[in-house]
């Protein structure tokens, strides 16, 4: 099983700023599978990156994915209020399919 | 518009036995893989079960491989989890989900707002 791990838990940022989440791998994901997450409190979760990079429909591009490999990176390039959530990444390359615990970005 | 509507959860006894469906609707739903994923009450998000399009590759967690089933009906639309001997730590909200294409290693685009289930002595 891949084991992915989320850092930090908690980031506490103001309206404007820059937001840099990390996903790390326990092993290689196969072809960029991976996926970020964001979830609001009393909400199913929200696709927001597939393929590492690529955003899914409907989402602004001041929500970036990059990396690979084992190192993934998800940036929010300057915060909305309604950014502020718990996010989620999720390797689907290998089964079990596994999440991350969660970043929780915060009003500071 | 996409809908899944999750239903089945309910309170039980350690040990027990439940059976959980999603309604979908809004998609050609045999042309997808579909998922359930679950969250205990302030936890983190945990992928339980996925199926393919046809229900010719299923996948667990380790936590319920040989305890839970994933199954699916293309003829009505529904997905199923067929949960037994149930454990505290399987206490959590069921959400179900679809995967971006017909096998289980794509994303999941569209997700239903979740049913509790309780294992509770």
């Known amino acids: 099983e891949i084991v992915v791990t989320q850092s930090p838990g908690t980031l506490s940022l103001s309206p404007g700023e820059r937001a840099t989440l990390s996903c790390r791998a326990s092993q290689s994901v196969s072809s960029t599978y991976l996926a970020w997450y964001q979830q609001k409190p009393g909400q199913a979760p929200r696709l927001l990156i597939y393929?590492?990079?690529s955003r899914a429909t409907g989402i602004p591009d001041r929500f970036s994915g990059s990396g690979s490999g084992t190192d993934f990176t998800l940036t929010i390039s300057r915060l909305e209020p309604e950014d502020f959530a718990v996010y989620y990444c999720?390797?689907?390359?290998?089964?079990?399919?596994?999440f991350g615990g969660g970043t929780k970005v915060e009003i500071k | 518009e996409v809908q899944l509507v999750e239903s089945g959860g309910g309170v039980l006894r350690p040990g027990g036995s439940l059976r959980l469906s999603c309604a979908a609707s809004?998609?050609?739903?045999?042309?997808?893989?579909m998922s359930w994923v679950r969250q205990a009450p302030g936890k983190g998000l945990e992928w339980v079960s996925g199926?393919?399009?046809?229900?010719?590759?299923?996948g667990y967690a380790d936590s319920v491989k040989g305890r839970f089933t994933i199954s699916r009906d293309n003829a009505k639309n529904s997905l199923y989890l067929q949960m037994n001997s149930l454990r505290a730590e399987d206490t959590a909200l069921y959400h179900c989900a679809r995967f971006a294409s017909g096998s289980y290693y794509n994303p999941l685009d569209y997700w239903g707002q979740g049913t509790l289930v309780t294992v509770s002595s």
């Open positions: 809004g998609f050609t739903f045999d042309g997808y893989g």
């Open positions: 999720q390797q689907y390359g290998s089964s079990p399919l596994t």
């Open positions: 199926i393919n399009w046809n229900g010719g590759g299923t």
């Open positions: 393929g590492a990079s």
